[in-house]
């Protein structure tokens, strides 16, 4: 559905994003995930059609965004970072100029605005005047605009940005909601979101692609193999090399050597692939008398990959002087 | 051009929400209406030349602060980008904004007209119509031609004041500034003829009643050309 390939933007003397390549099929939810300033509301604007690239290419529904910009902007839907509206006019009048700026006819236009009022929650805001608005309905607002003419592609930067918590999840649910008829592509920086919403994500850190699949993959890709946490009354020394021995144990690190003697140790197992320790740790310890207080395996957080994989980007940068 | 309709019909509505488009309106009613008052007594021409020319004037003034934020406004709110990623091209975004503003413009011309019936109903001998409706076709064109300008202007940036006193100064500078001079200068024929190429000598001769072709060309050629680089301002955004 959507296809970029190396796309490059070049302001000025900087490198705002460099071969930028990917695909999302139909349907697909993808989160567009990097540090602030990392190049995705460039990459977004240029496939909104906003600002051409330097070079590369990308299309969307199977048109070109620089020579079939406007087929392209008739199949997408984009809500802008801040998501930028008018203040003086009333929600419906708003959505209504929208609509006949899309050449919707009258009554499909009030088909539209009545579904997407209604899918936004914006139904008690209607006609109301959107600068006396919250911004978690103005964000609304820009949802409901990106969807209106039903467009095949939605684009959101940063759609949950300044809203509050419970904001946050209604966006993400509707999101959700949304993936399967829309092929929807989603930039933050906040974790939880890709993990909560996107089928994939795409990392993008100092204007290049540094990863992407899906949440599972990514952790998978660094080796990120969960960890086995023990909490134990015992000598530190003692507790590692014993934990050492346990079949399928690859490493241990003590990540609280239980000082003053008699408090409780903290180990960090790695096991091998494929090995699940717990019961066997659990034996173990419970045969040399050590009292146990918490045996626990740890999920590697997609957020440790994320940091791992920016700030590997960040020092590249800063050794290779890329601007 | 039905987007270039829907985006003018969009901006007329909203000077109707902006209280600065109420106060330039109530100023220059407040301006035109004094110098009404100055021609309207017993023992004066029945014409409404100077009052037409003076609100040549006055829209010096009032002109920059209703299109200063036709596109800055649409920078700095970040509006453009809705607006540019809808199935719309430059050439109809600006054009829109330019209708929406002429239009408003033709609305704060309305209560104008008054003040010619007033003298048609009060003058003797009859009042003639000519001059007057001649003026009026002047002004719209004078008008537009002020409008695109302004439009550049603030498409040039992102903050409304900045818009604003470049466009009332380049104003100034085609339409005061000409008329000072030739009334207090003795100048050589180069620079009268220079003077008379400007705005106010144009809209003299349509005040007085005199329908020249040249002046109706030379009007919409330069609001063709303020549009036309105003579209490329829009454009620019690829080239950087």
């Known amino acids: 559905m959507i296809s970029v390939s190396s796309l490059t933007k070049v302001y000025g003397q900087t490198l705002a994003i460099s071969k930028v390549s990917f695909e999302v099929p139909a349907g697909q939810i993808v989160g567009f995930l990097g540090p602030n300033g990392a190049g995705k509301s460039t990459t977004l604007r240029i496939l909104t059609c906003y600002i051409p690239p330097t070079s590369g290419t990308a299309s969307i529904a199977g048109h070109d965004i620089f020579h079939e910009s406007e087929q392209v902007r008739q199949k997408l839907g984009y809500l802008p970072e801040n998501c930028p509206l008018y203040p003086e006019m009333k929600v419906e009048e708003y959505l209504d100029f929208r609509g006949q700026l899309r050449l919707m006819d009258r009554p499909t236009r009030r088909r539209r605005i009545d579904y997407v009022v209604e899918r936004c929650w914006l139904s008690s805001v209607r006609r109301r005047t959107i600068s006396h608005l919250s911004k978690g309905f103005r964000q609304r607002v820009g949802l409901a605009d990106a969807l209106l003419h039903n467009p095949p592609v939605l684009i959101l930067d940063e759609p949950t940005v300044g809203l509050d918590p419970a904001q946050i999840r209604e966006t993400r649910k509707l999101i959700r909601e949304l993936g399967g008829q829309h092929t929807i592509i989603l930039s933050t920086h906040i974790l939880p979101e890709v993990e909560a919403v996107c089928d994939r994500a795409i990392v993008i850190a100092g204007g290049r692609i540094v990863a992407q699949g899906t949440p599972d993959e990514l952790r998978a890709s660094r080796r990120m193999t969960a960890r086995v946490l023990v909490e134990c009354r015992a000598p530190a020394r003692e507790l590692e090399s014993v934990l050492a021995r346990v079949s399928g144990v690859k490493e241990v690190e003590i990540l609280n050597n239980g000082e003053p003697s008699g408090s409780y140790a903290t180990a960090a197992l790695r096991a091998k692939d494929g090995y699940d320790v717990r019961e066997e740790v659990a034996r173990t310890i419970i045969q040399k008398g050590w009292p146990l207080r918490e045996i626990r395996l740890e999920h590697a957080t997609l957020e440790e990959f994320f940091v791992e994989v920016t700030a590997n980007q960040a020092m590249a940068q800063a050794e290779g002087g890329v601007q | ?240």
């Open chain 2, 1 to 240: 051009m039905t987007r270039a309709a829907v985006i003018a019909r969009r901006e007329l509505g909203s000077y109707f929400y902006s209280p600065i488009a109420y106060v330039a309106m109530t100023l220059f009613l407040i301006a035109t209406g004094l110098a009404f008052g100055r021609d309207f007594r017993p023992g004066q021409v029945v014409a409404m030349r100077s009052l037409l020319e003076w609100m040549v004037f006055f829209m010096v003034g009032i002109i920059p602060i209703l299109t200063m934020g036709l596109l800055a406004q649409e920078w700095s709110s970040g509006t453009i980008e809705t607006l540019m990623t809808a199935p719309v091209g430059e050439t109809e975004v600006v054009l829109g904004k330019f209708l929406g503003s002429l239009g408003f413009f033709l609305v704060l011309l309305c209560p104008t007209v008054l003040y010619a019936a007033l003298m048609a109903i009060y003058s003797t001998p009859g009042f003639d119509f000519g001059p007057v409706v001649c003026g009026y076709l002047g002004m719209v064109l004078v008008g537009a031609l002020f409008i695109a300008i302004g439009l550049f202007c603030s498409s040039l940036t992102r903050l409304q004041m900045v818009a604003a006193v470049v466009a009332a100064s380049v104003l100034t500078l085609i339409t005061v500034v000409p008329w000072v001079v030739t009334q207090r200068a003795t100048l050589s024929p180069f620079w009268r003829g220079f003077m008379d190429q400007l705005v106010f000598r144009r809209y003299a001769d349509f005040s007085k009643g005199m329908l020249d072709t040249g002046h109706v060309v030379f009007f919409l050629a330069m609001t063709g050309v303020f549009l036309f680089l105003t579209v490329k301002v829009l454009e620019s955004r690829r080239w950087r």
